[in-house]
């Protein structure tokens, strides 16, 4: 069977969309149009963005669970988009860390300003 899909979109219903757009663009570095919010294309990280009705359908996971995970190639790049973000004024939620159990794996967490959780981490390339 071939692979029908190449891509996916998370939609995040937000409370303030010009807000919102301008984070995914100046703190994580997006291109963002009308209709999304990507980095490293559309296998990269993908957001559609779309102004909430009412501030009660703005709903983010219940912590631990992050909203939107993304996994990064090695821990050298994984470091510097915690280098990046950080300098941009993202709010970490957990700073990096490793667990020697699972391969290793080293992530970290930020919010974005309607408090959904994006994670990032990985392997370090093995």
């Not at 009412?54 to 995970?69: M, Q, T």
């Not at 004024?89 to 990096?96: I, L, N, S």
Request: negative net charge; charged residues 25%; contains cysteine.
């Amino acid at each position: 069977m071939n692979n029908q899909i190449h891509s996916s979109l998370k939609v995040l219903l937000v409370s303030d969309l010009e807000k919102s757009k301008a984070f995914y663009r100046d703190v994580l570095g997006c291109e963002v149009t009308d209709w999304w919010a990507i980095r490293d294309g559309l296998t990269g990280l993908g957001v559609k963005l779309l102004q909430a009705i009412s501030p009660e359908d703005v709903y983010p996971n219940r912590k631990p669970a992050p909203d939107i995970y993304c996994y990064v190639e090695n821990w050298t790049a994984l470091d510097e988009l915690y280098e990046e973000f950080k300098a941009k004024g993202a709010k970490m939620v957990v700073e990096p860390w490793i667990d020697p159990e699972s391969g290793p794996w080293k992530e970290f967490a930020l919010v974005d300003p309607d408090n959904y959780c994006l994670a990032f981490g990985g392997t370090n390339g093995k």
